[in-house]
């Protein structure tokens, strides 16, 4: 599965996956670097805890990948496994992304 990580923006290119070993193919395609963190949710992707300051509070979530920085331009591959009946969010952990929108949500089938 692709996905394009991009200044405010984090798109994948299908938003199912079938359950199991699932291979992350990230591209940075915007100019600044970005991390990208999976985590298994079972609620909305824009309601992930976060502090004040808008920051996904990580303590307490399951996070199943992590990658990064990935500087722009580059690209890199995670493995995940993706369970049955659980939805899994891809964002960018730096300061202010989660906020400006940089997430997406792939739901298993």
């Known amino acids: 599965m692709r996905v394009y990580v991009v200044d405010r923006a984090i798109y994948v290119s299908r938003d199912d996956a079938t359950s199991g070993e699932v291979t992350l193919l990230v591209q940075n395609i915007g100019p ?3 991390d990208v963190v999976v985590v ?6 824009e309601a992930l805890p976060v502090d004040t300051q808008g920051e996904v509070l990580l303590d307490g979530l399951i996070v199943v ?7 722009g331009g580059a ?6 496994e993706m369970e049955d009946d ?4 891809v964002f ?5 992304d989660y906020a400006a929108g940089m997430r997406a ?3 298993t089938r």
């Open 32 to 34: 600044s670097a970005h």
């Open 92 to 96: 960018s952990s730096l300061p202010g």
């Open 75 to 80: 690209e890199d591959a995670v493995q995940v």
């Open 40 to 45: 298994r949710w079972r609620g909305d992707e």
């Open 86 to 89: 659980y939805a899994y969010v």
């Open 65 to 71: 990948a992590r990658l990064g920085p990935i500087e």
């Open 105 to 107: 949500q792939i739901t």
